[in-house]
T-cell receptor
Framework: GDSVTQMEGPVTLSEEAFLTINCTYT??????LFWYVQYPGEGLQLLLK?????DKGSNKGFEATYRKETTSFHLEKGSVQVSDSAVYFC?????????????FGSGTRLQVQP | EAGVAQSPRYKIIEKRQSVAFWCNPI?????LYWYQQILGQGPKLLIQ????????DSQLPKDRFSAERLKGVDSTLKIQPAKLEDSAVYLC???????????FGPGTRLTVL
């Protein structure tokens, strides 16, 4: 079945540091890929997405590129802020048209220190 | 536009008791999902509705969990009887259709003692 593996946290960075959170997936065909963010006390929010190979999703300075050859969708940001502290989830939406539910990774907690 | 509403936000019960959660999706969204998020893990789908019909409940523990979607709008998820391992956050999400973006509610945090 479909699965998502992402790097374990917590990831602790200083403000303005470069961020990479690794995500790899296993799925048949060409799934859609997502990054969700969960700020403290809030619900999951879609951060960015990519629906086909080589697509780059971007939002709020975050980027991720859909790499079919390496089955990866790593999240990057050039300069993190304290306000980026949250839990980040990589997810995929598989090709099974009868079951269009997201498969999530286990999440990576990011802590940004001033 | 109002988001997905869930209640209660927090619930503490003892094992073997019953509990129910309520979800009101975004107006006009045909698809509704219930996910279970255990601490330290990503959300896992429990059940998916399209209007008032069940699309997928393959991961719902049917001996203790049940869910319904009244008139294709609101939904309730029930656990009876609860076990310690049911302690988790229960997330409701909705989307316009099966292939559209899912919007999540704030979740209900359940603690089973």
């Amino acid at each position: 079945g479909d699965s998502v593996t992402q790097m374990e946290g917590p990831v602790t960075l200083s403000e303005e540091a470069f961020l990479t959170i690794n995500c790899t997936y296993t799925a048949t065909g060409y799934p859609s890929l997502f990054w969700y963010v969960q700020y403290p006390g809030e619900g999951l929010q879609l951060l960015l997405k990519a629906t086909k190979a080589d697509d780059k999703g971007s939002n709020k300075g975050f980027e991720a590129t859909y790499r079919k050859e390496t089955t990866s969708f790593h999240l990057e940001k050039g300069s993190v802020q304290v306000s980026d502290s949250a839990v980040y989830f990589c997810a995929l939406l598989g090709m099974d048209t009868g079951r269009r539910a997201l498969t999530f990774g286990s999440g990576t907690r990011l802590q940004v220190q001033p | 536009e109002a988001g997905v509403a869930q209640s209660p936000r927090y619930k503490i019960i003892e094992k073997r008791q019953s509990v129910a959660f309520w979800c009101n999706p975004i107006s006009g969204h045909a698809t509704l999902y219930w996910y279970q998020q255990i601490l330290g893990q990503g959300p896992k789908l429990l059940i998916q509705f399209q209007n008032n019909g069940v699309v997928d409940d393959s991961q719902l523990p049917k001996d203790r969990f049940s869910a319904e979607r009244l008139k294709g709008v609101d939904s309730t998820l029930k656990i009876q009887p609860a076990k310690l391992e049911d302690s988790a956050v229960y997330l409701c999400a909705s989307s316009l259709g099966l292939s559209n973006e899912q919007f999540f509610g704030p979740g209900t945090r359940l603690t089973v003692l």
